[in-house]
């Protein structure tokens, strides 16, 4: 493939429409006679529901409906109607099916009004008696009840590998230490919300904010008994996600559940404060114990790991592949256990397991190089894995050294003087910490279909989504790229459950799986344009294969004699005034399953600590990725500092608190829920390493969304040890926990 | 009666209704954003004379006389404002959810006079959040029309 395109940084082809406000989002679609609908949550985290009283709200001129767990219509209420493509093993939780309360927050009622003013005023005059049975939310008091799933979610934990125990025992140096990691919020900055307007037939049109318009779809069919040709789920435009949007949300059954009663259009928005009442990032802890040789070869790991999950389904994510993945060892022992808490269930954050799992493993190989007197780098060099012992197999590619080279370069690693405490600026104590990462590059079966209209303008669609990932700009290149058409000839359609088949937007396997989609889609117009370039008398293209033209700026060319070429548009002359028209499914190619993909991070940071308050401020990063071939250059870009970000987030600042005398998580808006802001970021810099990867899928590209993250926050922990000779292991790095 | 976008509208709401939801929800202006209600997050960033506010802690009815820009109002015949044709080429935004109270934000900064440093800009754009983590690239953005103000 030629890259007239690809690799090129591209301005986003979304980018004017989310600069003038004209992309819309879920909440924004308008529709005649829309009628507001405003959620109750329970006040209590277990129990049941003696009472629910809503004549107040119901006498209000204007008032509509008000929706519990009593009036609630009959529909399909069989739990497995509830599952949809991301649910754990386990029961999903229904909204208003039953007055039994499984969690804090978890939405009792639904009033319906004609304005947002009146349906919120009105939910404050609903009247709830409780009875509230005693919860568990506290983690920590609960480990020692930590069980082992039937089912894991996530890869379950291999059987030991080689001799582990025999193994640490025998280390000439050991450490053993536990980490701990907090429950996490998503919060994108677009709440969720859905509008579903009433089309007067029966049929539904939902504009939904979900990383995947067909598992809405899905989920509405099987929840409501519809049928599928009378709901279509729309998502143009996703403002932000990170895993929130894996899973249908609430808001999507209660919106739907009232405009289907009602028989009007209705939209529900959750509040901030909501958008703590499901899915997050688990709390995990995790011990590690490491024995290694005096000359730096680890000689064991073991890896014991307690994870946050719901009561009623078994979450569990990737926390336990990474001492397979990141360090040669031939001996490592695992345990996954989960620890089921009063609470909704946990749901993949950006990163599921590698935030957590890479974190702790990263901090602990730390530990381990100043145990040894080694430098941290040093140390991973000569640990460095070759192949990917879970699965035994070499991977894809790896330029993982060349990431440390470049990294360790443009940051000056080689200045560092590894003694604690050593560099001192003012007030400040500076410390400088690296990490590395690595990220799955999975490609997921995925279908697209092409239309190329005489006019030579190519529309390329699949039912996919952009949650500011890049995914319209990504498309749009690989397309315009492989047909050769210009930028501006070529629209990528998403977000519409009428669409090709798409998976979730999820897991870093967009551009691998709908890219893989969209190339073999556009390789068939190539084909047929040929076929059709052919049919021209003399043409200069006669007599020869695919592989002897080059499609670009317009015309196919012929590689021997570029002066020969027919143009796209004299080609489509040929079609008798017809569209060019194809569809694909895309699976992932043969010989792929002898490699194991991944792609990879190396982190390096520099922070300053406030020898006499404690504020941590990280001052510089420096990440560079093997991310395999980089689409558009700018927008990877992005997506690496938004990772990076993320890092910051983790290990200084996020972190939702249970309050155990309420079961809630009490820190829930963003006033006291921390992101990052402005302020909290300095200099970064990106490095995309080269790296050729033939066997990861048919574009060589690896996805990006989460490599970006996974490797800042232990860098920054390892950073904070350089500075203060303090070790904390239990993020977020709180100032608190340095004085 | 409030002026928006140099038009005149006349509005019928309950005096409880925010300024962000008669745009959003009365007025269908949906490029205003709704990010926490609270004065959080910097979302519905809009201009009041020229000046940047939180458009959810305030009334509709508190901003009659006045002179509301959304992010609707700022390109004039198809042509973007300076700030918004930078927030696409320095890729300063992601999921774009953020956007329109980030750029009304820098445009707001820029009329206040204050930033004089790289420091000064990260503090005072420190009211609009960014879950993507587009700051680096927004800080450019602020750096750019900060130099075009001083130019002219």
């Not at chain 1, 269930?345 to 799992?357: E, F, K, Q, S, V």
């Not at chain 1, 999820?506 to 556009?522: D, E, I, L, P, R």
């Not at chain 1, 079961?663 to 970021?681: E, Q, S």
Request: charge should be negative.
């Amino acid at each position: 493939m030629k890259t007239e395109q690809i690799g090129k940084p591209s301005n986003r082809v979304d980018g004017r429409a989310k600069v003038t406000g004209e992309a819309k989002y879920a909440a924004e679609f308008n529709a005649p006679n829309l009628a507001y609908g405003f959620v109750l949550n329970s006040a209590i985290a277990r129990g049941t529901i003696k009472s629910i009283d809503t004549s107040k709200a119901l006498a209000l001129d204007g008032v509509l409906e008000v929706f519990t767990h009593e009036n609630r219509p009959g529909y399909v209420w069989g739990d497995k109607n509830y599952q949809d493509e991301d649910s754990p093993p386990g029961s999903p939780f229904r909204p208003l099916y039953k007055s039994e309360i499984q969690f804090s927050m978890q939405p009792i009622a639904l009033v319906v009004a004609e304005t947002f003013e009146l349906a919120r005023y009105a939910a404050t005059l609903v009247e709830v008696v409780y009875e509230p049975d005693e919860f568990e939310s506290d983690f920590n008091a609960n480990m020692e009840k930590a069980y082992k799933p039937k089912k894991y979610k996530s890869t379950p934990p291999q059987d030991p590998r080689g001799k582990p125990e025999e193994a640490l025992a025998e280390a000439a140096v050991k450490i053993e230490q536990t980490y701990a990691h907090p429950s996490e919020h998503h919060n994108p900055m677009e709440m969720h919300a859905s509008t579903v307007v009433w089309e007067g037939d029966g049929r539904i049109t939902v504009y939904d904010k979900i990383q995947g318009v067909q598992n809405s779809q899905k989920y509405l069919t099987n929840a409501f008994g519809l049928d599928e040709a009378h709901v279509r789920v729309i998502s143009p435009f996703v403002g932000g996600a990170f895993g929130s949007g894996l899973r249908p949300q609430y808001q999507l059954f209660l919106a739907v559940l009232a405009a289907l009663q009602l028989k009007r259009s209705v939209r529900v928005v959750l509040t901030r404060q909501q958008m703590f009442s499901f899915g997050h990032r688990p709390k995990t802890v995790q011990r590690f114990a490491i024995g290694a040789s005096e000359d730096g070869k680890l000689q064991a790991i073991q890896q014991d790991v307690f994870a946050e999950t719901s009561k009623f389904e078994d979450y569990s994510e990737d926390v336990v592949i990474w001492p397979g993945v990141l360090y040669k060892c031939d001996n490592v022992k695992l345990s996954h256990k989960l620890v089921g808490l009063d609470v909704y269930t946990p749901l993949d954050m950006r990163a599921p397991g590698g935030t957590t799992g890479i974190y702790a493993m990263e901090c602990a190989m730390d530990e381990m190089a100043y145990k040894l007197g080694m430098d941290p780098l040093e140390f991973r060099l000569k640990n460095y894995a070759e192949k990917d012992q879970n699965k035994d197999k070499l991977f894809s590619s790896k330029e993982l050294k060349e990431c440390y080279r470049q990294g360790a370069e443009k940051f000056g690693w080689s200045k560092r003087n590894p003694e604690p405490r050593s560099m001192k600026e003012g007030h400040n104590l500076v410390g400088w910490g690296m990490a590395h990462g690595a990220w799955e590059a999975k490609q997921q079966e995925a279908e697209a279909k092409a239309t190329l209209t005489p006019d030579g303008k190519l529309t390329v669609g699949s039912a996919t989504a952009d949650i500011g990932t890049g995914t319209y700009t990504a498309m749009t290149q690989i397309a315009a790229d492989t047909v050769g058409l210009p930028l501006e000839n070529v629209t990528f359609q998403l977000g519409d459950s009428s669409l090709p088949k798409s998976p979730l937007e999820g897991g870093s396997w967009t551009v691998s799986s709908v890219g893989s989609a969209v190339k073999a889609v556009c390789d068939k117009v190539r084909e047929k344009l040929l076929d059709l370039a052919q049919q021209l008398e003399n043409s200069p293209v006669a007599n020869v294969g695919l592989d002897e033209v080059t499609f670009a700026d317009g015309k196919i060319s012929l590689n021997t004699d570029p002066s020969k070429t027919v143009s796209i548009l004299d080609a489509l002359k040929q079609n008798g005034g017809q569209a060019i028209e194809e569809k694909v499914t895309s699976k992932p190619v043969e010989g792929q399953e002898k490699f194991s993909p991944y792609a990879h991070s190396a982190t390096f940071v520099e922070v300053k600590v406030d020898e006499d308050l404690g504020t941590v401020k990280v001052t510089r990063v420096v990440s560079a990725i093997a991310g395999g071939r980089i689409i558009n250059p700018k927008t990877a870009r992005s997506q690496i500092l938004g990772g990076m970000v993320w890092g910051i987030g983790a290990a200084l600042e996020e972190e939702t608190v249970m309050d155990n005398n309420l079961g809630r998580f009490i820190n829930h808006d963003l006033d006291k829920y921390h992101v990052p802001v402005n302020a909290d970021v300095h200099d970064m810099e990106v490095i995309f390493v080269e790296e050729k990867d033939e066997h990861v899928n048919p574009i060589g590209a690896k996805g990006l969304g989460e490599i970006g993250i996974v490797s800042v926050a232990p860098a920054i922990a390892n950073a904070v040890f350089h500075a203060t000779g303090k070790r904390i292991r239990e993020l977020p790095i709180t100032l608190d926990k340095l004085l | 009666m409030l002026h928006i976008n140099g038009a005149e509208v006349k509005l019928q709401l309950a005096p409880w209704t925010s300024l962000l939801d008669a745009l959003r929800e009365h007025l269908h202006l949906t490029g205003t954003k709704k990010g926490c209600d609270h004065g959080q997050c910097g979302a519905c960033t809009v201009l009041v004379d020229g000046k940047r506010i939180n458009s959810c802690l305030t009334l509709a009815v508190m901003q009659e006389g006045k002179e509301v820009t959304t992010i609707e109002g700022l390109a004039k015949d198809g042509e973007l404002h300076p700030v918004q044709q930078a927030f696409i080429d320095h890729d300063a935004f992601q999921c774009g959810y953020c956007t329109p109270g980030q750029i009304c934000s820098v445009i707001g900064l820029v009329n206040e006079g204050k930033a004089k440093t790289l420091d000064d800009i990260r503090d005072l754009m420190s009211g609009n959040v960014c879950r993507c983590g587009a700051y680096v690239n927004i800080v450019k953005v602020v750096q750019e029309a900060l130099e075009r103000s001083e130019a002219r």
